[in-house]
């Protein structure tokens, strides 16, 4: 479905979302998609984005080695 998703959208301005990054370095993240998007990250947006991240909910993890 990634494909065909990157296919579809090829001449479309458009961002990736790696789940990892964002619970590693939400507020980090977030900002990256608040630049794509052209909106200015303040200091409610920032601190609303670290609440809907938990880390403690990232169950299912890969080794990096196991996904090459």
Do not use: M
Not at 25 to 42: H, Q, T, Y
């Amino acid at each position: 479905y990634r494909a065909a998703a990157l296919a579809n959208t090829r001449t479309l301005p458009r961002i990736v979302v790696e789940y990892p990054r964002l619970i590693v370095d939400s507020e980090l993240e977030v900002a990256r998609i608040a630049a794509f998007l052209g909106v200015r990250l303040n200091d409610e947006l920032a601190a609303a984005a670290r609440g809907l991240v938990d880390p403690r909910l990232w169950r299912h993890r890969a080794v990096e080695e196991q996904t090459r």
